[in-house]
């Protein structure tokens, strides 16, 4: 939350220059505050597993958060019950009309098809091209990052050589942007994918800010539009045993898959598995919620 103080006071230049996010006393008086109006397109198989891991990461905040969950009409998963859907989830045709402070686009198991092959790509490219207009902010993941990337500035989806399947070590940049505040130099996230949206590309591309990179795990967080298109190609929602019960699942079903790094203690699948990135993935859920919502989006949606 923003720190409130007398307009002329010295330590709030001090504090501004240091990317601390201060409100003047002026601002403070006619500054109207309601619940912010979340949308989620959960376009993952268990619907549920999702919900719980991205409600958690937006609880940690004093703002009041109210979440509508939206899925697609064009396409039913067979992984969540019909009565779930019908009873907590929306879809576009019934949103199309309204305003939403923020949204989340999660990621979802087609990676591995062209973009125009998955069954609901035309939708998706509706309610991005809707979220220009409609949403302030919009957080991408994982291939909901790589499809962003590729409908908004035609970045290319690559093949990985294997999975790319574990927690990987990543460096902050461009550290005076308020999405990595409160970042070690160095932090932890999970990947789990067979693509990446092309490095080089993204590089290239002067619309696009790289906040943080792994060398081993590529790209992670890319800024657009001062923060109203944000891609995090990653999974910093995930808990503890997600990439485990991948793993289990996978080995199951006698799917190739390599034990995730940096993940397992002495990469034995038998012990807890370490958690990581947990700091970092409530600091990027707050900056998000805070520096790309909370403070731009109007009062009046």
């Known amino acids: 939350m923003p720190i409130k103080v007398q307009n002329n006071l010295p330590a709030k230049k ?22 912010l109006d979340i949308a989620i397109l959960n376009l993952m198989p268990l619907k549920e597993d999702t919900e719980v891991h991205l409600l958690r990461c937006l609880s940690n905040t004093p703002l009041q958060v109210e979440i509508d969950f939206l899925t697609t009409g064009s396409y039913v998963g067979k ?3 019909t009565s779930h859907l019908d009873k907590f989830y929306q879809t576009y045709e019934d949103v199309k009309d309204k305003k939403y402070d923020g949204l989340i686009i999660t990621g979802a198991p087609v990676e591995q ?3 125009e092959e998955v ?5 998706l490219t509706k309610i991005m091209e809707w979220s220009k207009s409609n949403v302030t902010s919009t957080l991408h993941i994982c291939w909901g990052a790589q499809a962003g990337l590729y409908y908004h500035y035609g970045i290319k989806k ?11 070590e990543h460096q902050v940049l461009n550290r005076k942007i308020p999405f990595v505040r409160g970042f070690d ?8 994918r067979y693509t990446e949206s092309s490095t080089e590309d993204i590089h290239n591309n002067k619309d696009l800010t790289i906040l943080a990179e792994s060398e081993e795990a590529g790209v992670l967080m890319v800024l657009a539009e001062e923060g109203k298109q944000i891609f995090v190609t990653g999974h910093l929602e995930y808990d503890r045993m997600t990439l485990d019960t991948e793993y289990k699942r996978d080995v199951g079903k006698g799917i190739p898959i390599d034990l995730p790094e940096n993940y397992y203690p002495g990469n034995d699948p038998e012990k807890r598995p370490k958690l990581t990135w947990r700091n970092h993935s409530n600091a990027m859920y707050s900056n998000w919620l805070n520096y790309y919502v909370y403070q731009v989006t109007p009062y009046d949606l």
């Open 185 to 192: 130099d160095v932090f932890y996230a999970p990947h789990s």
């Open 14 to 35: 001090v504090l501004e220059d240091e990317n601390i996010f201060v409100m003047d006393e002026y601002r403070a008086i006619s500054q109207d505050i309601r619940p």
């Open 119 to 123: 069954t609901y790509w035309n939708e």
């Open 158 to 168: 690559l093949p990985l050589d294997k999975k790319m399947f574990g927690v990987y």
């Open 113 to 115: 098809m062209e973009f």
């Open 79 to 81: 992984n969540t019950a």
